[in-house]
């Protein structure tokens, strides 16, 4: 089985490198020190609160480069965010969509109801 997790932390210190930040900035903001990029530390695995981190804080991140250093994408730019059909948001945006549409009939009915009943304003 190969080790996804060999260079994950070189990895880290690219993205690191490409931010407006100062590494040490950054690796505090994921809830680590630099020291855990250096010497022996680099070549442990990164602990999955430092992933969460990193892909909250800096959602440009391709997630599947991070993890398993062989993204296309990632060749060509590797903070491109990796997108994943996500059908709980296509769901969501469907019934969002039903319920506009519910809203709007209701509004209509209102203003016949309104008319029927002669509270309309003309």
Do not use: C
């Not at 990164?46 to 062989?70: C, E, M, Q, R």
């Not at 994943?84 to 319920?99: G, T």
């Not at 209509?108 to 509270?119: A, C, P």
């Amino acid at each position: 089985m190969k080790n996804i997790f060999s260079n994950i932390k070189e990895r880290v210190v690219e993205i690191a490198e490409k931010q407006s930040i100062t590494k040490e900035e950054f690796f505090s903001s994921i809830g680590m020190t630099s020291a855990n990029f250096r010497g022996k530390a680099k070549n442990s695995p990164l602990n999955s609160n430092a992933i969460v981190n990193i892909v909250t804080k800096y959602p440009d991140t391709d997630l599947h480069w991070l993890l398993f250093g062989d993204s296309n994408l990632a060749e060509e730019e590797p903070l491109k965010q990796y997108k994943s059909p996500n059908k709980a948001s296509d769901d969501k945006d469907k019934l969002i969509e039903v319920l506009l549409e519910q809203i709007t009939e209701l509004k209509s009915d209102k203003e016949i109801l309104k008319k029927l009943l002669g509270l309309h304003n003309e």
